[in-house]
């Protein structure tokens, strides 16, 4: 990757983007009235009008470990819930060749990057602050999701990360040579690691692991009308129930807003067993993942909350460790 291209001024980079999506967007059957940029992180994704008035959302993958069978696979999961019609998620759009993923060589960035469109969702996004309604809508998507996933079956072009993989197919920037924490943090981070391994195989041997979504919060979901669509599947992968659960709880402030998902979830079907110390992990997992996205990403703003997010992670590792 030609880090060149990250250091320029970001309004530099989407106007580069925006004009490669454009010449994307040819390979489908789409007149373009126009695009604009609705959010910059590991993907730029463009909302896209068309001369009809119909609305896409139009996704690079720039800074996303994800390879192109991992997007294959997020393509026939949300092909499979869509037509459920049990969990309301966008559709995906082929290009002219009937695929549904495009791949494209920029030039400034160094390499191939792979493109999806989805259908619009109308609404608004949930965000920081869900309702209790929000939550228990998005409880009971999330065990729809886990009921259908049982009997999914992906494609033979298609490849997901297993979750008991300590970094779930991302790099780990945290306890190798390239990790650039103190020595004593990152023997704390080691430490956590290590007893997060012990306890999440043992889970996965426990449990039947399954197809998750894997990133269930406020910014990926969608309130219209008084019903809920998920979107942003593409860190879906195969793990465990109660690892989904335990991400979607991590972003919640309120024991009142944890009760309403749980309920929700219930509505449903039963939640998996697990005991408290297994959710403490988990939730202790995610904030470890967390930083080493902060490590890895090239997103300006994000890596500007490294320096308070490793201390107060670092607090909450002694802890965890009972240190």
Excluded at 236 to 257: F, K, N, W
């Amino acid at each position: 990757m030609t880090i060149d291209f990250f250091s320029t001024p970001e309004e530099y980079q989407i106007d580069s983007l925006k004009k490669s999506a454009l010449v994307v967007l040819e390979n489908y059957k789409i007149s373009v009235k126009s695009i604009e940029m609705i959010n910059y992180e590991n993907n730029a994704t463009f909302k896209v009008t068309a001369i009809d008035e119909a609305n896409y959302a139009f996704r690079i993958s720039i800074n996303s470990p994800r390879s192109k069978a991992n997007i294959e696979a997020e393509v026939a999961w949300v092909k499979f819930l869509n037509n459920s019609h049990l969990v309301k998620t966008a559709r995906p759009i082929s290009n002219k060749q009937e695929s549904y993923i495009t791949t494209f060589f920029h030039q400034e960035i160094g390499r191939d990057l792979n493109c999806v469109v989805y259908s619009w969702l109308d609404g608004v996004d949930v965000g920081y602050d869900p309702t209790p309604t929000q939550l228990q809508a998005l409880g009971a998507a999330m065990a729809n999701m886990h009921n259908l996933s049982v009997d999914f079956v992906l494609p033979d072009n298609s490849q997901t990360p297993t979750f008991n993989d300590p970094f779930w197919g991302s790099p780990d920037l945290l306890r190798g040579k390239e990790s650039q924490l103190s020595v004593e943090h990152k023997k704390l981070v080691v430490d956590a690691f290590d007893e997060i391994t012990r306890r999440t195989n043992d889970l996965f041997e426990k449990n039947k692991s399954q197809l998750i979504h894997a990133d269930l919060h406020g910014w990926n979901l969608k309130w219209d009308l008084g019903q809920l669509s998920v979107f942003d599947f593409d860190d879906c992968g195969i793990g465990l129930p109660i690892q989904d659960i335990a991400t979607a709880l991590y972003y919640l402030d309120t024991p009142d807003q944890e009760r309403a998902l749980l309920e929700g979830y219930k509505s449903v079907k039963p939640l998996p067993k697990y005991e408290e110390k297994d959710l403490e992990m988990l939730l202790m997992h995610r904030r470890l993942l967390l930083l080493n996205y902060l490590y890895e990403t090239l997103n300006a703003e994000h890596a500007k909350m490294l320096p308070n997010y490793l201390e107060e992670t670092i607090r909450r590792v002694k802890v965890f460790l009972e240190i």
